[in-house]
């Protein structure tokens, strides 16, 4: 997982609310069981509605209760493999904002005004470590999960967690060990 410390670009605008996993990526492409390829399906049923257009930007700015639905973990997939690295909205699912953070996907929570000023700026900043987004005439502040924020700064996925903790697993397995096979009595 790369690490995030600054996101900067244009900004592709979604303004809807509750876009739900199933219309971020429909139930007919989960075939896969890599992560990548999903990209070209992101939004696959309303890319055919006359006058879709979702730039290729850095940055999704889209309405509250992002990414509801059911909880496939190919909805963040899919918008990373597009080529989004942040998403910002007033809200998010629950999941899906773990799921994102999990591939290194940044979902940020600002105010539904944050959000119609940077899609209405059209390019925005958004400074993990700060914890802000900044655009053409505005700043907001996000909270974000202190460890979930060292993990992203980092670039650090579930697996390299556990393998920065090799000499303390070592450790315990050593200190453990049982000489022969273990034995129960009857």
């Not at 690490?3 to 429909?26: H, K």
């Not at 890319?47 to 730039?55: F, R, S, T, V």
Request: aromatic share 8%; charged share 25%.
């Amino acid at each position: 997982m790369r690490a995030i410390e600054t996101i900067t670009g244009q900004v592709s605008v979604l303004n809807r609310d509750d876009i739900d996993t199933d219309q971020i990526i429909p139930k007919q492409f989960l075939k896969r069981v890599e992560r990548t390829g999903f990209g070209e399906f992101l939004f696959y049923d309303w890319a055919k509605e006359p006058g879709w257009e979702l730039p290729k930007n850095p940055i999704l700015v889209a309405g509250r209760n992002f990414g509801c639905g059911s909880s496939r973990e190919h909805a963040p997939w899919a918008l990373e493999d597009y080529g989004f690295q942040a998403v910002i909205a007033p809200s998010f699912a629950d999941i899906f904002k773990s799921n994102c953070t999990k591939i290194g996907l940044l979902p940020i929570a600002v105010s539904a005004h944050a959000c119609a000023a940077i899609a209405q700026s059209g390019t925005a900043q958004v400074d993990l470590a700060g914890q802000e987004v900044r655009w053409d005439g505005g700043s907001e502040h996000f909270e974000i999960d202190p460890e979930i924020k060292h993990r992203l700064l980092n670039g650090l996925d579930d697996i390299a967690l556990t393998l920065a903790q090799d000499d303390a697993i070592s450790s315990f397995e050593s200190s453990h060990e049982r000489p022969g096979p273990v034995t129960t009595a009857l």
